[in-house]
Structure formats: structure tokens, C-alpha cells
């Protein structure tokens, strides 16, 4: 076996790439190593493009092996691992969304990067994935721009599961060069120049990676291979200069919707195969795309202008409406941003509803609070498949789910399950933040007393990116004066060059700005700080400096957002819907779980079957008792009378069970009984017990005596009622 290793140090702890022959049918291949976590990357490319396809086909997988976590996973009767978690799903959509912008476009051969999960620790294996990917294309023969690097940042670089938990804010940001080009971030009501401040600790730690993996590529990286990618013909340009760029400004900013694109699109494409029936329709698809990309970026950067006709930093018309829909549901909202449409759907139920985990990660985990996204495909006027998920509408649920869940009330003081499906039934662009603003109105309406109310939006980017012509560059705003605040570095010293640029930073995108815009940065948080963030671009990546005027802008605009949200419903209802379960909460002795349960669940199942009440029991003795229609409140009283703890003086009522020479046996709880000795029946003296009390009679009683050592109680009927035995 070959095998060759390169070590850095990143957050206090050894990151390692071994070089092996393992995988060595695949171009390329690496063994990335932190802490106990490992993970394995491989790189392939076919030989041939693929055929029939107008656009990169690149797949990013993510495996997780059970095995990494050193346990036997899986349902009972299923031990193998099957479809992709969610987590699976998340982890591979970051290592995609880094690496996709730094291939070739115009490349058609299948590109297939796997990532497969070795082993599992205290370490997130999803920022060891993003170095994986790029070192396996890296020394590969597969042409790419990378390589790139990621580093996690939250009270520390690089921070454990445990310390994430803890954390204000956990980040996560990719990049090159000294450009992110990748953010996620799950925040606390974090500010934004906290986010600004992590982004900067990011960045100095990612070029450290940088340094690190370009002197591995050098040393070990296959050289390149060409592919050849077809330009368009200069006929072709020639025939659409002549027959649609005069008609495609126009066309593009002649409002909101995309039915005068479409429709000049369509007739330049009939024009096209009926002039050019010997040139393939995708140059003709293709050009028409980048005239498009031309215009939009010239005119917003030159002249401000947007297809819509909006401001730089307007906000389309917004509508937020709380309930209304049916009162069967427990909570919904509406919300519209210009031609986002989103339904949000509110469910209550009780701690059994959380949702189980067991996967790699995390085992005998619970979740109590859920987000779920559907993106049917009349939302965009088209028809497709129904049913079932895909990787984007688990990625855009999981993003709300985040960004909302800081406000979620904690589960002493709301202990109901929370289950929110968000249906985007008009999509113009982010679908995502709309979703966050109707979940939000949900919760509110359905009563969930949630610590504030959050919205989202996304921004775009409109960059120009001017290859510098001196040994200084500058990157200006139209808005400002142009201001030189870098220099360009020897190669000797430094690997980038950082380019001079003009932008535009849009507010609120929509259609083709978010089609065609260089940056989607979505930004979700409350009055009091953001909550999450998730940027994705198509360029090599943003500075520092773009980033951090981009959030201020979201920030005013999610203000914005939520005045109109705040109008609509300024608190959560004082009440939860007459539909939902009623949830009550006692406490228990630990030492008395056991009893209320009973041998083999006997017990706790009876109490179900006669209230109709689902009881959930946590190891501190917390009992929740989900019910209707009066159930919860029957098994709340069966169970704190089964684990009352009598003290001397109680006074209460019970039944006779049994008759002794002694005395008489009574029943007080569900499994308590007492001795009324025969002195303790009357007032006088008694002769037969049988002659003041018989079994099945119920009598008043109060607690005379307790033996904690034997668990024996006394009770006295002549002191809870001296003319008890005078009425018999």
C-alpha cells in the first residue's frame, strides 16, 4: 500500500491528508483525518461528455457508514443503510454549493465527487468534506479552480457538537483566495458585526488551508486534463444581434414575470431552427442566457436598473395574514413578497409526537420542532412530479427550521411537539425567507408563545469583475467614491490577486436576478440579531467588505418585513387552537416512574386506555399528559393519586377492601391502602368491626400514623368523623 501524508494545525487539533492507493481508479482520491472523525473523498470524471445534456452534470454525494459511529444502526428489522439523511442530505449540499462555482460551465462530462464518511467523533465531518472534495479534484486531472478550504467558527475555530450546542452563533464558511464563496450560519439573535467579525477569523484560518493544500497540489497534483468546450458560432451571435438583441431590454425590463422573456425566447428559438436547422438548439439557448447576464449585471451596475423597475434596496409589495384558512388547523399564515406566495400550516401535538433520531450522528436523539417545505411545480407555472422530496426542498426546510427555532419557546414552558409545513405556492424568488415570515404568522396565530417574531430576505449581487492593470486595485460601490484598499502581492507571497470591482447589491431578488445575480445571501433573524444565514454564488467569491454592506442592507429590510408582520398580528394569540391536545405537566419522584408505569408497561397502559390520554415520562420524573375532551385531566388525577406521599393529618376518602378481627383495610389511592384498626372506627368502644364498616363501603379517613421503614400507613375514621360509626 502506498501512502503519503501531509499535516497542519487548525483549532488546536492536527487536520491530516493521506495519499493512498485505496481508491486508485479514481482520478483522484484522499483520507482527510480530524481528531477521530474521517472521511474519505473521491473524484471522477467520465472520459466522454455526456450526451443530451445542456448543462454541467456534477454530482456531489454524501455516505454516511453506520459503522463510523462504531454502533449497529438502523430500524429493528433493517440493518443496512438506506436513502440519505437529512443531515446526509445538508452535509453534501455544502460541499456541492462550495465546490460548483469553480468548475467550467460549459463542461458536459459527468463529474462525480463522493464523500464517504469513515469514522465519527466529536467532529462535524461536513467541513472535513469540504477539504476532501477539494483536495481529491485538486490533484486529480479533473480542470478546476480550487482548490478551496472551510473552517467552522464559533466561540473557537473548529468547535466540537458540544461546544456548537452552547455557542451564540455557529458558523460556517468556505472560500479562496480571500473571497467567500459559502455561508452557513445558525445564530442566537447573533449581530451583524459579530457575523462580520467571524467571517474575518474564517477567512485568516481558510488561507492558512489555502497555503496548505495549493503546496500539496504542487507536489502531488496529475496534470489537467483539456476539454474543449464549443463556443457559440459566430453566425449564430451574428443572426441573434440582428433578429433579438434589439427587442431583449425591452423584453427584460418590462416588469415583474417572466412572460415577455419567455415568449421572445421561444420566438428566437422557432427563428433560429428554421435559419440554423444545422447548428444545435443549445447555442441558441445558451447565448440567449448570456446576453441576458450581460444586460442585467450592465444595467445595474451602470444605470441602477432593475427588471422590475424597483430600487436598488425596494422591497416588493409584502402581505402577511394569520389564520383564516380553516379551523380545523391549529395555526396558519400567508405571506406575500411580489410574487412569492407561501402557505404555512401549523400542527400541535404532544412529546410522543417529537421526531425520533437515530442515525450517525446522533442517536436516541428527540426533535420537537420540525420545519418542512414543498415546492410543487405549479408554483412556477410548469408541471413536473408530485410527492415525495428532493434535496433542494430539505435544504430550504432545513434553513427555516434553523433560522427559526432561537425563538422557539423552551420545551418547561411549551411542551408541545411542533410540526410547521410551509407550501410555496408562488414562486419569484426566495421561497426560502418567504417561508420563515409565514411560519412565523403560524406560530403566532396558532398561540405558540414564541421569545419574538423573525423574518428573512435574500439579497443578490450584481459584480463586474476588472482584471487589474497596476499594482493596486479597488473596489468600489457606485454609490461611493472609489477607495484603493488593497494591493496586489507578489506571487512569491501571495497565491491571489484580489480583483478590482464594480457591484450592485440588490435587495429582495426575484426572477432573473436570482437566475442570473452573482450571490443569493439569505438572512433570516429578529429585531434583536440574525439567526441564520446561508450565502451561495457563482462566482469564485465575495470579499469581506461586500459581505458585510450586504448584511446591513438585509437587516433594514427585514425591519421592513417585520412591521408588516407585527401589523398583521402584533403577539402570539393568548390561547391555542380549541383543536390542538391539552398538555398537562406534574412532576414525579424518580423512584416512582417504575410504579406508575408497571410491570412491563401494564400499568401506564391501562391509565391510556381509560382516559385516552398519551403519557410521556422523562428519566427526572417530568410526566406530560397529552389528551381531549377531559382525558389529560383524568390521567393527571389517576397519577398523582398513585404517587401521592401521605403525611400525618391528610384527611381524604376511602373504600374498605378488606374486614379482620383487627380492623378494617382501606383503600386511598389507586395503590395505597391503610389499617383502620378497631380502635380507630369509633368513638366507643367496638366489639365487631364488621358491625361499623363492611367491604366496598366508603368511609372518610385521616392519616394517624406512617411507617416509612415498613411503608405501612394508620388511619383513624373516628378522627376524620366522630359520628361516622352513630350514622351506620
Known sequence: MKTKQYHIEIGGKTLTAEFTDLAEQANGSVIVRYGNTTVL?????????????????????????????????GSRFIRREGRPTDEAILSGRVVDRTIRPLFDHKIRHETQVVLTVLSIDEDDPDVLGVIAASLAIGTSDIPWSGPVSAVRIADMVNP?????????????????????????????????????????????????????QTQII?????????????????????????????????????????????????????????????????????????????????EAIENEKRPDGRGMDEIRPLFAKAGGISPILHGSGIFYRGGTHILSALTLGGPQDAQFIDNMEVQEGKKRFMHHYNFPPFSTGETGRIGGTNRRMVGHGALAEKAILPVIPDKEVFPYTIRIVSEALASNGSTSMGSVCGSILALMDGGVPIKRPVAGIASGLMMEIIKPESSKIQETSSEQTPNLNSQIQSEESKRYTLHATRYKILTDIQGPEDEHGDMDLKVAG??????????????????????????????????????????????????????APKIISIKIKPKQIGMVIGTGGKTINEIKE???????????????????????EKAKEIIEEMTREYKVGDRMEGVVTKI?????????????????????????????????????????????????????????????????????
Open 160 to 212: 466540537t457538537y458540544a461546544r456548537r450546542e452552547n455557542a451564540k452563533f455557529d458558523l460556517l464558511a468556505c472560500g479562496k483566495d480571500g473571497l467567500i464563496n459559502m455561508i452557513e450560519v445558525g445564530g442566537k439573535e447573533v449581530s451583524e458585526s459579530e457575523i462580520n467579525e467571524g467571517l474575518a477569523k474564517a477567512n485568516t484560518e481558510i488561507e492558512k488551508l489555502q497555503n496548505w
Open 526 to 579: 429578529t429585531r434583536e440579531g440574525v439567526t441564520a444565514i446561508q450565502m451561495d454564488v457563482k462566482v469564485s467569491g465575495i470579499s469581506l467588505k461586500i459581505l458585510a454592506e450586504a448584511l446591513e442592507k438585509a437587516k433594514k429590510a427585514r425591519f421592513q418585513i417585520l412591521d408588516v408582520i407585527e401589523k398583521a398580528i402584533p403577539a402570539p394569540r393568548p390561547d391555542i387552537s380549541p383543536n
Open 610 to 632: 381509560a382516559t385516552g390520554a398519551e403519557i410521556d415520562i422523562e428519566d427526572d420524573g417530568t410526566v406530560f399528559i397529552t389528551g381531549k375532551d377531559g382525558g389529560a
Open 41 to 73: 473523498a473521491t473524484a471522477v470524471m467520465s472520459e466522454k461528455p455526456k450526451s443530451g445534456v445542456d448543462y454541467l452534470p456534477l454530482s456531489v454525494e454524501y455516505e454516511e457508514r453506520f459503522y463510523a459511529a462504531g454502533e449497529i444502526l
Open 218 to 298: 504542487k507536489e502531488l497534483g496529475k496534470e489537467k486534463r483539456v476539454i474543449e468546450t464549443a463556443d457559440t458560432p459566430r453566425e449564430v451571435s451574428e443572426l441573434f444581434s440582428m433578429e433579438v438583441e434589439p427587442k431583449l431590454y425591452d423584453a427584460l425590463f418590462s416588469g415583474p414575470g417572466k412572460k415577455r422573456i419567455n415568449a421572445l425566447k421561444g420566438a428566437w428559438l422557432s427563428v433560429f431552427t428554421d435559419k440554423m436547422p444545422e447548428h444545435k438548439t443549445s447555442f441558441a439557448e445558451n447565448l440567449f442566457e448570456e446576453k441576458i447576464n450581460e444586460l442585467i449585471h450592465k
Open 660 to 728: 379482620a378481627d383487627f380492623g378494617a383495610f382501606v383503600r386511598i389511592s389507586h395503590n395505597t391502602e391503610g389499617l383502620v384498626h378497631i380502635s380507630e372506627l369509633a368513638p366507643f368502644r367496638v366489639n365487631m368491626v364488621s358491625d361499623i364498616v363492611k367491604e366496598g363501603d366508603k368511609v372518610p379517613v385521616i392519616v394517624k400514623e406512617i411507617d416509612e421503614e415498613k411503608g405501612r400507613i394508620r388511619l383513624s375514621i373516628k378522627d376524620a368523623d366522630p359520628n361516622f360509626a352513630k350514622k351506620m
